[in-house]
């Protein structure tokens, strides 16, 4: 499994076992649906935002470890960041996952995803749940999102 | 023999060395080649048709006055009664060369169902179509008013085939079915279905697809009106496939593409339509496609395809048996008579995961929906991990696979 070391790291395994904010959010004032219709993967992303910083964020749904991973690293990344700093935090980590470079140091435990790049096929799984986190931003209450848009 | 006077390999075990893709390594591991039913690899006698004839035989066919072209055209009609023979069919005017299954399960859709179907008519297909062998039957029936059918799949996979029959009635227009599933790797009793159906008084389509690659098909006896095959997952070209019609329907019905080739004579007001099997091919066809199709017909000929049908019988065993002791795995797809799929899912595992992992190890299989959505959904997942077999695989490939999956759970564990 050593060509795999970069893509299934003991991070993304571990929060593929053990889902971070794998939950309902009673209180949400944000919410979206994702969709990968290449795997059939289905996302929910809940917020609970005030005064322009997410306060909050979980998500629901059952997919591959990749996009697992992927929204459960998410959802402990942004929580306390403005939307600003959300959105800035997403154009690195498009970065990351599409090209294996970006500023590392922004990311933190993100960076656990740069192996993604390496397999063009699986970009989606990871992009999934921030696709879902931005739609969610953009009040697009419920509107479904698709990685195929 | 089509290829550059190359042998072909007759004995099973010397099948493989035809075919030089499989040669290559991928992460310095070489290739495990587990997704025919995807598409197949080619042996060196496609190839080297294909080679020639762009290198030594190509002209446009049905046009020219110079022996070049009367050459390629005389190529690309001998095609039409190989492929006859080889699915059993009584003479090559009902083979139309088309673009894979998908292209011919279309023009049947296309032009004998806008003719054929109105509202109270039904369409019977069955809970385990490929995407190919529903949607055209589904958007027909939304414009036509007919009403489309779906009869039930059991648990192990296999054709809930009572309720098939319940389902058939004086309404069905069109029985239309899967003659080996893609997804679950269930082989359907056509023959009885085809049979039943006609006593209704229903057109019939089988889908081979899956089909063709593995065992001998014999149009005549399974009594089918259409039968449709995709050359490349019988070891020829992609972009070239067959579909055979039964000359009295293909007669009666509209032409499908319009332009040159299928015509006989044009003038503004008015065109009289070539003969069939000419009035469904406009255009110029893919010549090098038959020529190469032509090749792989007569590389399974060589091999024999009951010699083909038992060696992968044989290997489907093996596979499932090995499968079988991987705790946490549940096949899908446990029919009593298969072919070639081994559909699974791993507890924990998700199927991209093993797809992504296995192809670490140099293992090539396929981790989705299979182009049969309903099929998963039937299921209860959103997708399967399939290892599909080809003439060249081996037992080695198969003990690959499972090594591969026991330690991808021990990873996940």
Known sequence: MDELRDLYQEVILDHNRKPRNRRALDDATHRAHGHNPLCGDQLV??????????????????????????????????RGKGEAEVRALHEQFHRLVTTGEADLDQLGKLAALAGVAEYPARVKCASLAWHTLLAALDRKVDQAVSTEV | MNGLGQRVGTDVGAWRADFPLLARTFRDKPLVYLDSAATTQKPQT??????????????????????????????????????????????????????????????????????????????????????????????????????????????????????????????????????????????NPVQHMVAAAKAVGAVTLVDGSQAAPHMAVDVTSLGCDFYVFSGHKVYGPTGIGVLWGRESLLESMPPYHLGGDMILSVTFEETIFNEVPHKFEAGTPHVAGVIGLSAALAYLDDCGLARVQAYEHDLLAYGTALLGEIPGLRMVGTAPDKAGVLGFVIDGVHPHDLGTLLDARGIAIRAGHHCAQPVMKRFGVAATARASLGLYNRREDLEALAEGLMAIRGMFA
């Open chain 2, 46 to 187: 496609v190839i080297d048709a294909v080679t020639r004839f762009y290198s030594w035989e190509n002209a446009n066919v049905h046009r020219g006055v110079y022996k070049l072209s009367e050459e390629a055209s005389a190529r690309y009609e001998a095609v039409r009664p190989q492929v006859a023979r080889f699915i059993g069919a009584p003479g090559p005017r009902g083979v139309i060369f088309v673009r894979g299954a998908t292209e011919g399960i279309n023009l049947v859709a296309s032009t004998w169902g806008r003719a054929n179907l109105g509202p109270g008519d039904e369409v019977l297909i069955t809970g385990m179509e490929h995407h190919a062998n529903l949607v055209p039957w589904q958007q027909l029936c939304k414009q036509t008013g007919a009403r489309m059918v779906v009869a039930p799949i059991l648990d192990d996979g296999s054709l809930d085939l009572d309720a098939w029959l319940t389902l058939l009635g004086p309404r069905t227009r069109m029985a239309a079915m899967i003659h080996v599933s893609n997804a679950l790797g269930t082989v």
């Open chain 1, 45 to 78: 992303v809940q917020l609970r935002c005030a005064e322009g910083k997410v306060l909050e964020a979980a998500f629901e749904g059952d997919g591959c470890a990749i996009s697992t991973a992927s929204a459960s690293l998410m959802t402990e990344s942004v």
